[in-house]
T-cell receptor, first 108, second 113 residues
C-alpha cells in the first residue's frame, strides 16, 4: 500500500518563527490534505490540494502539492502558541493514508 | 463541529470482551473510513466503506470487523480485546464523489483493562 513519510517528527520553535514540514510518498496521489490534531480531539482539516503544482494559503498556512504528485509541504509563518499540536499530511487516491505526524511545540 | 458523530466518546472494558463503536457520517457522505491511533502515534488506516461496500482494507486485525448500513452509518466491532487495543478510534467521512476532503469525528477512546 501507499507509504507516506512525514518529517520532521517533532519541532520545538520560538513564538514568531516560521515552520516547514513535508510529506513524501512512494506512490502518486490525486489529493493532498493537511490536518491538525489537538490532544484528545479528532483531526481538523487545514488545507486541501487538488492539482499538481497547486499552492494554497489559509491565513498563516501555505501548502503545496508537488509536481510529481508524490510530495507536499506545509509552511506556517509567524507561529503563535495556539499552533501547538500534531500536524498530519494525508494522501488520497482511492483511500486515504496518513503520515506519522509532526508534533509542534511553540515556546512563548 | 465536523458533522461526523461517533459514539460512545469513552469506553472502558475488560480483556477478552467485545465492543461496538458507531459512526454517523456527515449528511450525504457515502464513504466512511476507520482509523486507530495509539498513544502518541499516528493514524493507522483500518478499513474504508463506500455506500455499504468494503472499498479498502488497511492493517485491520482479524479480531476486528466493520460494516456500513443502508442508512450509511458504520460500526466497528472489536472482539477478544487485548490491552494493546487501547487507543483512540476515529472515523472520517467523505462524499465519495469526485475529489473531496474527509472530515473526522471526535473519536472513541477505548481503554482495555
Amino acid at each position: 500500500g501507499q507509504q507516506l513519510n512525514q518529517s520532521p517528527q517533532s519541532m520545538f520553535i520560538q513564538e514568531g518563527e516560521d515552520v516547514s514540514m513535508n510529506c513524501t510518498s512512494s506512490s502518486i496521489f490525486n489529493t493532498w490534505l493537511w490536518y491538525k490534531q489537538d490532544p484528545g480531539e479528532g483531526p481538523v482539516l487545514l488545507i486541501a490540494l487538488y492539482k499538481a503544482g497547486e499552492l494554497t494559503s489559509n491565513g498563516r498556512l501555505t501548502a503545496q502539492f508537488g509536481i510529481t504528485r508524490k510530495d507536499s509541504f506545509l509552511n506556517i509563518s509567524a507561529s503563535i502558541p495556539s499552533d501547538v499540536g500534531i500536524y498530519f499530511c494525508a494522501g488520497q487516491l482511492y483511500d486515504m493514508r496518513f503520515g506519522a505526524g509532526t508534533r509542534l511545540t511553540v515556546k512563548p | 463541529d465536523s458533522g461526523v458523530t461517533q459514539t460512545p466518546k469513552h469506553l472502558i472494558t475488560a480483556t477478552g470482551q467485545r465492543v461496538t463503536l458507531r459512526c454517523s457520517p456527515r449528511s450525504g457522505d457515502l464513504s466512511v473510513y476507520w482509523y486507530q491511533q495509539s498513544l502518541d502515534q499516528g493514524l493507522q488506516f483500518l478499513i474504508q466503506y463506500y455506500n455499504g461496500e468494503e472499498r479498502a482494507k488497511g492493517n485491520i486485525l482479524e479480531r476486528f470487523s466493520a460494516q456500513q448500513f443502508p442508512d450509511l452509518h458504520s460500526e466497528l466491532n472489536l472482539s477478544s480485546l487485548e490491552l494493546g487495543d487501547s487507543a483512540l478510534y476515529f472515523c472520517a467521512s467523505r462524499s465519495g464523489t469526485g475529489v473531496t476532503e474527509a472530515f473526522f469525528g471526535q473519536g472513541t477512546r477505548l481503554t482495555v483493562v
